[in-house]
């Protein structure tokens, strides 16, 4: 879903909602909601067991005296939370090459348990591969709020995306 | 395990095998082997279903005819696999107070199934807070390394560690 862009300066005017299937659709300074996950304390710990098993990650006990005053979700796992989101509403399948990486990726606040996290995509930069010209590469400012409007994660993405098959700009 | 630094000049004559548990311990130009992980293809298949259902991830069969030329781990699969490396072997459970983030994030050859992965952190910056005199702010190079020599995933990782209980420096 488009949504209006997020407090900057970008000119939203020229922007339509026909949908994401190819680089081409992408424009600067769109903002894409990318819906909302909740997690629970048994998610929490289940991830951090096997991937981030440090002691606010894993044991409640422990975590109610630790740095954050209570079990918080690793930042890998808020990450790859937020990363389905993208899949599910912002990356097109067809169309998507990967990621060679991403940049200024910051945990600004703790995902707890039962907390809901929404999703925001906005096209920060976009432009054609000159060495591939099938694809373009993209910047994407994402980010990662809770119920109560605090942002939780915040990063630039960079993806490689298909243009439409027929464009030859 | 601490090893030679990896090519770049910072000086590790100073560098003692002491073990890390606080943030003291971590001195810059000092880089630590991490250990070692391996992926299989049900591994990366069901991560990716969780978090990161893209065909190239989840599809053999379009895998093959994708990007990739076959089935590649999640990026963020990668990188919660390097994570647990870097807990196991690197960041001490009594000392961790969390990271802020992280930088230059990027995923430079695909992971495969039945790679091994090296990981090895390396100590880039480390100073006290002026702000909060219990902790220090210490940068890691974090480099993850298959068995054929390319690297997978590099990032600068920002970590806050206790400084010594007795520390008054």
Redesign the interface.
């Known amino acids: 879903m488009l949504v209006r862009n997020i407090g900057r300066n970008w000119d939203t005017s020229v922007v339509t909602d026909d949908g994401l299937r190819y680089f081409d659709d992408y424009l600067p300074g769109a903002s894409y909601d990318c819906g909302s996950f909740s997690v629970s304390e048994d998610e929490i710990v289940s991830?951090a067991r096997?991937?981030?098993?440090?002691?606010?990650h894993v044991d409640p006990g422990a975590a109610a005296r630790g740095?954050?005053g209570g079990l918080?979700a690793?930042?890998?796992?808020t990450?790859?939370?937020v990363?389905?989101q993208l899949?599910d509403h912002y990356?097109p399948?067809a169309a998507?090459?990967?990621?060679?990486?991403?940049?200024?990726?910051?945990?600004?606040n703790p995902v707890r348990p039962g907390d809901t996290v929404r999703v925001q995509a906005t096209v920060m930069e976009a432009r054609r591969s000159h060495s591939k010209p099938d694809r373009g590469i993209m910047k994407t400012v994402v980010e990662a709020v809770n119920q109560d409007g605090e942002t939780v994660m915040r990063a630039i993405a960079t993806n490689?995306l298909r243009v439409r098959p027929d464009s030859d700009s």
């Open positions: 991830f096997q991937f981030d098993p440090q002691p606010f740095p954050f918080v690793s930042g890998w796992h990450a790859a939370l990363m389905r899949v990356l399948a998507s090459l990967g990621s060679p990486g991403l940049d200024e990726m910051r945990w600004l490689f």
